[in-house]
């Protein structure tokens, strides 16, 4: 990638980086962060033309990040040419996609506002600030929801940027998805999700991986069984949601427990060769070891332990499907101390072993493949 320097108005906008001690950051609820927009009116007319619509980017943005061109700015030379937001399958009801920004593109902080209802899987650890609300971390434990215009920035905290895939649906899905555990979504058919994000569980997870492989892959899909799978993910994932809503509302959880639990997904989201102790954990966020170890779980239902392998292995099943490299070798560097020590917990975490899905993955992605608990089937 490139260095890119900004006018130094920007500079002075721009929000507080994350930084080793994620105590010291400052999170005011809606902040401005910087809007590139008019950066790229400048080169705009050099970009090729798109022909899909894309919900992370504004149509400037789209065409300048897709173009390869060189933009000068205090004689700094930089070549743009990463695709940033690209449609993979779109029908009338569903579209699936990919969203890759580094942090050094210039539209980092602030792509523009959703164009269409979607919901996400993060790749990589970002926080996500949706407007006049707290700021969140997302990475591979997360689902992020998003309805039409919804204004939000990013920080970068891994150091890829963010990298997610991403599943459009027609509002009027989400409104029936929805409708179960919110009666009153109707009310408000302009904003049908009212969670910013909630958790992926395995199952989930290794559904929309399988999705999205398929889907992109080379061979032809079936239309409607693309988007028979993207309702059912929509379907688990609001009911994941939900069903874990209570612990966020409690009246004992304060703001401030909530930023001390977002400065510790933090430090969790950091690479798996960073080996991490309680001790170091709890200096970082100014509690002792004791307070931090039970907050967390009063928070989000989950050991620090738990949460930190989770990652470890949703980043691990990303080598194992998309890579040639030795299964040991994905297994040490993910942190784990030996082929069979990755194995026994994949195993454990997704129903099936490394070496059983990189043979079968993705497959024929219609064979044993049936709806969960909560999809009804009729004739």
Not at 251 to 267: A, F, G, Q
Not at 331 to 354: M, R
Request: aromatic share 10%; hydrophobic share 35%; glycine share 4%.
């Amino acid at each position: 990638m490139f260095p890119m320097s900004v006018p130094e108005t920007w500079s002075q906008n721009r929000p507080t980086p994350l930084i080793a001690n994620p105590s010291s950051l400052v999170r005011p609820v809606g902040r401005t962060l910087p809007n590139t927009a008019k950066y790229f009116q400048v080169i705009a007319n050099l970009a090729l033309e798109m022909e899909h619509k894309f919900p992370f980017c504004t149509s400037n943005q789209q065409s300048a990040c897709w173009a390869n061109f060189r933009l000068s700015h205090n004689g700094t030379m930089a070549t743009l040419h990463e695709e940033l937001d690209r449609v993979f399958f779109e029908s009338g009801i569903v579209r699936v996609g990919a969203f890759r920004c580094h942090p050094e593109q210039p539209c980092f902080h602030d792509t523009g506002p959703i164009r269409h209802c979607c919901f996400v899987f993060p790749r990589t650890a970002v926080e996500i600030q949706h407007e006049h609300e707290p700021a969140f971390v997302t990475n591979a434990n997360v689902v992020t929801f998003y309805n039409v215009g919804q204004v939000y920035w990013r920080n970068p905290i891994s150091p890829k940027g963010d990298n997610c895939d991403w599943f459009g649906v027609d509002p009027e899905l989400v409104r029936h998805a929805v409708r179960e555990f919110d009666p009153c979504v109707d009310n408000r058919p302009e904003r049908p999700f009212q969670l910013s994000h909630g958790w992926s569980d395995a199952a989930t997870y290794l559904l929309q991986r399988r999705l999205f492989t398929w889907v992109t892959g080379s061979k032809p899909v079936d239309p409607l069984a693309v988007e028979e799978s993207v309702i059912e993910l929509l379907d688990r994932v609001v009911r994941s949601a939900y069903s874990a809503r209570v612990p966020y509302t409690r009246p004992h959880i304060t703001l401030s427990h909530r930023d001390t639990v977002h400065d510790v997904e933090t430090i969790l989201s950091r690479p798996a060769e960073e080996r991490l102790t309680l001790k170091s954990i709890a200096r970082e966020v100014g509690l002792s070891a004791f307070h931090v170890c039970r907050l967390f779980r009063r928070v989000t239902g989950m050991r620090l332990q738990q949460y930190r392998l989770r990652l470890r292995l949703r980043e691990a099943l990303a080598e194992v499907v998309g890579s040639r490299r030795s299964l040991t070798d994905i297994a040490l560097d993910a942190g784990f101390s030996s082929h069979s020590h990755f194995t026994d917990i994949f195993h454990h975490e997704f129903q099936t072993t490394p070496s059983s899905l990189r043979t079968a993955f993705p497959g024929n992605f219609l064979i044993g493949h049936s709806a969960p608990p909560g999809i009804a089937i009729s004739a």
